[in-house]
């Protein structure tokens, strides 16, 4: 009997050992799971990082550029007869697009709301023969790439030689125009008190069709659109040979987008560094574009 009790006494204490051995075997595994699923956290925290990381990039590089222009401002931005978009401006764009990866959108705009669709992100940015002189704290410009000059167009047989000779007679510019600008600067104020009249147009294409019908008598504009109406219509018009004012084209980008400008900026310095700009600007030597150039000089 009492060899009976010791074998049972015996068996209690395995029992007992067997399960404290159990315990201490399991508490390992039971310590190690927190630090298993932070581990596993990380890691799918990593490469979700990662994922975005390389969607931004490739949302980046494949991104859409959104040009705003006036589609009747030869030779920027117009449209020719197959009805394309094209002209100095949007190739320059064209190739900034083609070096970065990026698609270009050709958005034509109403130049009188250019600021509602530049501020309300409905285009990136507005590049058009866009005169920055006067503007520098409107808009984040770019570097200016083009030496303009505003002028003034009349009918080939007019007896209007200078300035001087537009009193009492009917002017015409396009509305928010740098031509405009122009005349409305304290300095020309006199200049224009002696017109009979200062007309506001949408385009330019309508102003020259004015002139030439007799309804005005001259033209304020851009001498680039001056020259391109020249090249077609050397018969019908002339310019005078005194410039209203001098200025500088820029790309202008929303108030404070510095990143997108630097982008851009960074592409046309290579350009003007590699001789594409001046290639391009070639095509157009017609307008004078070539000897116009001042980005890279």
Partial sequence: MKKLSVMVMAGVMALGMV??????????????APAAESTAAETTESTVEAQTEATDA????????????????P?????DDSGEYVGFDLDLAQEV????????????????AKDMELNSGAIDCIWNGFT???????YTFSKPYVDNSIVYVVRADSDIQTEADLAGNHVITQAGSSALSALQDESKADVVNSFASLDEIADYNTAFMNL?????????????VAQYQLTTKADKFRMLEEPLSTEQYAIGFKKGNEELRDQVQ????????????????????????????????
């Fill in 212 to 224: 030439e019908a007799g309804t005005n008598d001259a033209i304020a504009v851009d001498i680039g």
């Fill in 132 to 138: 920055m002189t006067g503007r520098e704290d409107e």
């Fill in 19 to 32: 399960g404290c051995g159990s315990t201490a075997a399991e508490a390992p595994a039971e310590s190690t």
């Fill in 97 to 112: 697009c083609n070096r970065l990866g990026w698609t270009l959108v050709k958005q034509p705009i109403d130049w009188d």
């Fill in 75 to 79: 030779p920027y931005g117009y449209k």
């Fill in 58 to 73: 490739q949302t980046e590089a494949g991104r859409q550029f959104v040009v705003g222009f006036d589609a009747e401002f």
């Fill in 266 to 297: 960074a592409t046309l310095d290579e350009m003007a560094e590699d001789g594409t700009l001046a290639e391009i600007a070639a095509k157009y030597k017609d307008y004078n574009l070539d000897q116009m150039l001042c980005l890279g000089k």
